[in-house]
Every structure is written in C-alpha cells, then in structure tokens.
C-alpha cells in the first residue's frame, strides 16, 4: 500500500462538477492498493499517516502529527504505475477494484478521513503547505 502525503491548507475533490469533500488545513492523502495489500498494510499505513510529523511546533519546526487537522483521501491506482519499459505505464502491481476499494474504505475510516468517489475521474484541487509533499508505504 502506498500513500502520497501532502501537507494541505486546503484541499477539495470534484465529481461531475459537484464538490464530493473538501477540507481545511491537514493532510490530502492519495491512496494505492497494492495486489499483495490486506487489512494489516490498511491499519499498519493508516497509523503512520496520522503519526507523521510533518506540521509546524511552536518553533516552527517540522514535529507536529495530524491532531485535531483534517485529512482528505483520494484513490489513486496510478502510484503503482510503472513506466520502466516503454513509454505507458502499465499497472499489473494495482490491486482490483474489489480488493481495493474495502481496503481504501478501512483506511479512510481509520483515520476518520473525508473520501473521494472510488474508480470517479476526479478533480483535485489543493494548496500544497510548505510544499511538504511525503511518499509513505506499508
């Protein structure tokens, strides 16, 4: 399981023109589902993500986990894309719909996340804080 973490001001998600979740300061976490994921790389990704310190303390150093700030997570297969040979990516290391959405649901549930519409084509908007932009997996 692989996680796109970005430290957000804001953050929404757009489906069909309409606004699905949007989100104040916090994190917009863009989630793949590996073939060989299960509920332990879920559980074991979600608690990384929500212990990672990557807001400002009082000194203005980077030692603050997530707290009482938002999270916003969007489905993202393409992390697991690989463009290694040739020029289109091929995604075989994705896991398939039905595995992969349950899991993406226990991890947004998890963390308590605001979610965008698994398998929708979707519009993400955000102001990237810092930039802080960090790549976790599980």
Do not use: H, W
Request: net charge negative.
């Amino acid at each position: 399981m692989r996680a796109l973490v970005q430290r957000v001001s804001q953050a929404a998600v757009d489906v069909e023109g309409d606004r699905v979740a949007q989100i104040g300061p916090g994190m917009l976490v863009l989630l793949g589902v590996g073939v060989d994921d299960g509920e332990e790389q879920a559980d074991r990704l979600a608690d990384k993500v929500a212990k990672l310190r990557i807001f400002d303390d009082s000194e203005g150093r980077m030692n603050e986990p997530l707290g009482e700030r938002e999270i916003l997570c969007v489905s993202q297969f393409t992390l697991y894309g690989d463009a290694r040979k040739g020029n289109r990516p091929s995604y075989t290391e994705a896991a398939r719909p039905e595995v992969a959405e349950p899991l993406y649901d226990r991890f947004c549930e998890r963390l308590g996340a605001q979610k965008g519409v698994f398998g929708a084509c979707m519009g993400v908007a955000l102001i990237n804080d810092g930039p802080v932009t960090l790549m976790v997996e599980a």
